[in-house]
C-alpha cells in the first residue's frame, strides 16, 4: 500500500523541560504540535490530529481556562496554520476526508471545526471520557469542551467498531490492532495511560513503517533511554500505571525494531529528523 505521508507542525507550546523527562533542568522547552497528512490511494487525504488552531486562543481567554493557556503558552505564527500549511500544497479544508482523532486534548483536536466535511475517527472510550467531564474536571484532564463540533457525533466512526486484527510478531510487544480502513493500510493501536481512548497510528510508506504514537510519549529519548516524566505529569493522565506499560512496550518495539520511524507528537528532535530525511 502506498500513501504518500507529511509531518507538519502546527504551532508549538512551551513547559518545563523537568516536567517530561525528569531530573532534568526546569528551564522552558518548545513543544511542537505535530500532525500526520496522509494521501490513501482511495480513500484521499486524512489528517492524524489537528494541532493548535487560533480557536484555542478564544477558548481560553477567560477563567478558569485561562490556567491551561498560562500552564502551556501556545505559540502559533500564521505560516504555521493548518489551513494555510494545507492551502500551500494545494489542499483545500473540504478535500480532507477524515481526522484519525489519537485522543481529546485540546492541542490534539483544536482545528477539528475547520474542516466541515471530514469524518471523524476516534475511540468511543476517549469519547465518552470528554462528554462525561463537566467544565471544571475536564479542564483539569486537558478537554476544552468548545472544541468539539456541535455534529460530530454524525460524522464520527469509531475505533472500537472496526475489524480487530492480530499484528506481525515484528511489532510485539504490540500484538492487535484495528483495521482503520478495512484494507490493511492503517492501524489503529490501543496506547492507554495518558489519556482514555488514547490511540496511535501504524502505516506503511513504500518499503518503510511509521508510527505516529502521539502522546505515549512526549519525545525520543523516552523510548530511547527509558527517561521518564516528573510525577507531577501524572495529574493529566488517565492512568499513570497503563502509561508506563504502554511505553515499557514502546521501548520494547524499538529495541527490536530500530529501522522503525516511531513518532511522537510533541518530540522536536522526530520532526527535525523526518525534515531532513534521515
Same mark, same amino acid.
Given at each position: 500500500? /502506498?500513501?504518500?505521508?507529511?509531518?507538519?507542525?502546527?504551532?508549538?507550546?512551551?513547559?518545563?523541560?523537568?516536567?517530561?523527562?525528569?531530573?532534568?533542568?526546569?528551564?522552558?522547552?518548545? !513543544?511542537? @504540535?505535530?500532525? *500526520?497528512?496522509?494521501?490513501?490511494p482511495a480513500k484521499g487525504y486524512i489528517l492524524f490530529d489537528t *494541532?493548535?488552531?487560533?480557536?484555542?486562543?478564544?477558548?481560553?481567554?477567560?477563567?478558569?481556562?485561562? !490556567? %491551561?493557556?498560562?500552564?502551556?503558552?501556545?505559540?502559533?505564527?500564521? $505560516?504555521?496554520?493548518?489551513? $494555510?500549511?494545507?492551502?500551500?500544497?494545494?489542499? @483545500?479544508?473540504?478535500?480532507? /476526508?477524515?481526522?484519525f482523532i489519537s485522543h481529546f486534548h485540546a492541542d490534539h483536536i483544536?482545528?477539528?471545526?475547520?474542516?466541515?466535511?471530514?469524518?471523524?475517527?476516534?475511540? %468511543?472510550?476517549?469519547?465518552?471520557?470528554?462528554?462525561?467531564?463537566?467544565?471544571?474536571?475536564?479542564?483539569?484532564?486537558? %478537554?476544552?469542551?468548545k472544541l468539539l463540533p456541535q455534529d460530530f457525533l454524525s460524522r464520527?466512526?469509531?475505533?472500537?467498531?472496526?475489524?480487530?486484527?492480530?499484528?506481525?510478531?515484528?511489532?510485539?510487544? !504490540?500484538?492487535?490492532?484495528?483495521?482503520?480502513? *478495512?484494507?490493511?493500510?492503517?492501524?489503529?493501536?490501543?496506547?492507554? *495511560?495518558?489519556?482514555?481512548?488514547?490511540?496511535?497510528?501504524?502505516? =506503511?510508506?513504500?518499503?518503510?513503517?511509521? !508510527?505516529?504514537?502521539?502522546?505515549?510519549?512526549?519525545?525520543?529519548?523516552?523510548?530511547?533511554?527509558?527517561?521518564?516524566? /516528573?510525577?507531577?505529569? =501524572?495529574?493529566?493522565?488517565? /492512568? @499513570?500505571?497503563?502509561?508506563?506499560?504502554?511505553?515499557?512496550?514502546?521501548?520494547?518495539?524499538?529495541?527490536?525494531?530500530?529501522?522503525?520511524?516511531?513518532?511522537?507528537?510533541?518530540?522536536?528532535?522526530? %520532526?527535525? $529528523?523526518?525534515? =531532513?530525511?534521515?
Open positions: 500500500m /502506498n500513501q504518500e505521508f507529511s509531518l507538519l507542525k502546527v504551532g508549538h507550546c512551551c513547559h518545563p523541560e523537568a516536567m517530561v523527562m525528569r531530573g532534568h533542568r526546569w528551564k522552558s522547552m518548545d !513543544f511542537p @504540535a505535530i500532525v *500526520g497528512l496522509i494521501k490513501h *494541532g493548535y488552531a487560533k480557536r484555542f486562543l478564544k477558548e481560553t481567554e477567560k477563567f478558569p481556562e485561562r !490556567f %491551561y493557556r498560562m500552564l502551556t503558552p501556545m505559540h502559533l505564527c500564521d $505560516k504555521e496554520q493548518l489551513i $494555510k500549511q494545507l492551502n500551500e500544497r494545494n489542499i @483545500a479544508a473540504d478535500d480532507i /476526508n477524515s481526522i483544536a482545528g477539528l471545526l475547520d474542516f466541515p466535511k471530514a469524518e471523524y475517527i476516534c475511540s %468511543y472510550e476517549g469519547y465518552s471520557a470528554f462528554e462525561q467531564r463537566s467544565r471544571i474536571s475536564g479542564l483539569i484532564k486537558g %478537554y476544552l469542551k464520527v466512526t469509531f475505533i472500537e467498531d472496526k475489524v480487530s486484527i492480530k499484528l506481525d510478531k515484528s511489532y510485539r510487544p !504490540f500484538d492487535m490492532a484495528y483495521d482503520v480502513l *478495512g484494507d490493511g493500510a492503517l492501524l489503529a493501536i490501543d496506547m492507554p *495511560g495518558h489519556a482514555h481512548g488514547h490511540f496511535g497510528l501504524l502505516y =506503511h510508506q513504500g518499503e518503510s513503517v511509521n !508510527f505516529l504514537v502521539g502522546d505515549a510519549c512526549w519525545t525520543q529519548e523516552a523510548y530511547t533511554q527509558g527517561l521518564r516524566p /516528573n510525577l507531577m505529569a =501524572h495529574i493529566i493522565m488517565s /492512568n @499513570a500505571t497503563d502509561y508506563y506499560a504502554t511505553l515499557d512496550n514502546l521501548s520494547r518495539l524499538y529495541g527490536a525494531n530500530k529501522e522503525l520511524l516511531i513518532i511522537p507528537s510533541h518530540c522536536q528532535k522526530t %520532526y527535525e $529528523k523526518w525534515c =531532513h530525511g534521515s
